[in-house]
């Protein structure tokens, strides 16, 4: 059972950046692919950006397009752990952010995934 940690939540002012980092309690999640979804109060939890990984499209990222250009993801096989940089915050993007893995490609639904970290919290204030 692959475990995930997420850090790096906090509080910023609009337009700054932050970058989250999911680290993972076993090799076995260089296979998987990693995505990081978000959750807002009274709201569903949403995609926000994946990442294939090493075994099916090498790599292969995809993006929210409320975040296409500020966010970008990243991985670092070697120590089991995926990034979320996060710049030009705004006001919307406050939420509790989830790092997740699934057995497979890509995918944009969170049913989809098969392994959830516990959540870091970010708020933007104005």
């Known amino acids: 059972q692959v475990q995930l940690v997420e850090s790096g939540g906090g509080l910023v002012q609009t337009g700054g950046s932050l970058k989250l980092s999911c680290v993972a309690s076993?090799?076995?999640?260089?296979?998987?692919?990693m995505g990081w979804f978000r959750q807002a109060p009274g709201k569903e939890r949403e995609f926000v950006a994946g990442i294939a990984g090493i075994a099916v499209h090498r790599f292969f990222t995809l993006y929210a397009d409320s975040v296409k250009g500020r966010f970008f993801i990243s991985r670092d096989n070697a120590k089991n752990t995926v990034y979320l940089q996060m710049n030009s915050l705004k006001l919307e993007d406050t939420a509790i952010y989830y790092c997740?893995?699934?057995?497979?490609?890509?995918?944009?639904?969170?049913?989809?995934?098969?392994?959830w970290g516990q959540g870091t919290q970010v708020t933007v204030s104005s």
């Open positions: 076993e090799p076995t999640f260089n296979s998987y692919a």
């Open positions: 997740a893995g699934r057995i497979g490609g890509n995918s944009r639904a969170p049913e989809e995934y098969n392994y």
